[in-house]
């Protein structure tokens, strides 16, 4: 079973800087895309960046220029710097992790979540 563990997350004014980082543990995985979403008070949760094993990323709009994710494959840990936060950001942030375990049985799995509050 594979498993996600993140850290970071918290208490930050607008302006600042948070970064979450997200661990995955398990046994006979691979990892194919790890990235971030996040879900605000009575709304949808979103997409936020995301990761590929290729190297490709993807950001949502909303976050370009000031987010960003790095993964490092070896051990199967994404992380997400965010500067220049916004109240707007305020949300609890979902590591996600997408793969093959076994080599051939997908499998998808969230984080706990993290709390982020950004104060105007």
């Known amino acids: 079973q594979v498993q996600l563990v993140e850290s970071g997350g918290g208490l930050v004014q607008a302006g600042g800087s948070l970064r979450l980082s997200c661990a995955a543990s398990?046994?006979?995985?691979?990892?194919?895309?790890m990235g971030w979403y996040r879900q605000a008070p009575g709304k949808q949760r979103e997409l936020v960046a995301q990761t590929t094993s290729g190297g490709s990323t993807n950001y949502a709009d909303s976050v370009k220029g000031r987010f960003t994710i790095s993964r490092d494959n070896t051990k199967n840990t994404v992380s997400l710097q965010m500067n220049m936060l916004k109240a707007e950001d305020t949300a609890v942030y979902y590591c996600?992790?997408?793969?093959?375990?076994?080599?051939?049985?997908?499998?998808?799995?969230w984080g706990q979540g993290t709390l982020v509050t950004v104060s105007s």
């Open positions: 398990g046994s006979a995985f691979t990892i194919n895309a």
């Open positions: 996600n992790a997408r793969g093959l375990q076994r080599g051939y049985i997908y499998f998808e799995r």
